[in-house]
């Protein structure tokens, strides 16, 4: 993955083997809370997308 911090976006290219049908979406993020002062890490997760590719 490459970021872009200019227009805030994170892209990346996925190489598909030939006549797959759709591709699968999920990310896991590690991210550090402070509550009271004590770091608590935490995780936040993007939905579940499934994207049904189209035929060529």
Known sequence: MKGA???NVWTAE???K?????I????????TI???GR???TYISSP?????????
């Open 14 to 16: 996925i190489n598909l």
């Open 5 to 7: 911090e200019s227009r």
């Open 24 to 31: 699968d979406f999920f990310s896991n993020h590690r991210k």
């Open 34 to 36: 402070r509550y009271r």
């Open 48 to 56: 579940y997308t499934r994207v049904e590719l189209g035929k060529p």
């Open 39 to 41: 770091p608590l890490p």
């Open 18 to 22: 030939a006549g797959a049908s759709r």
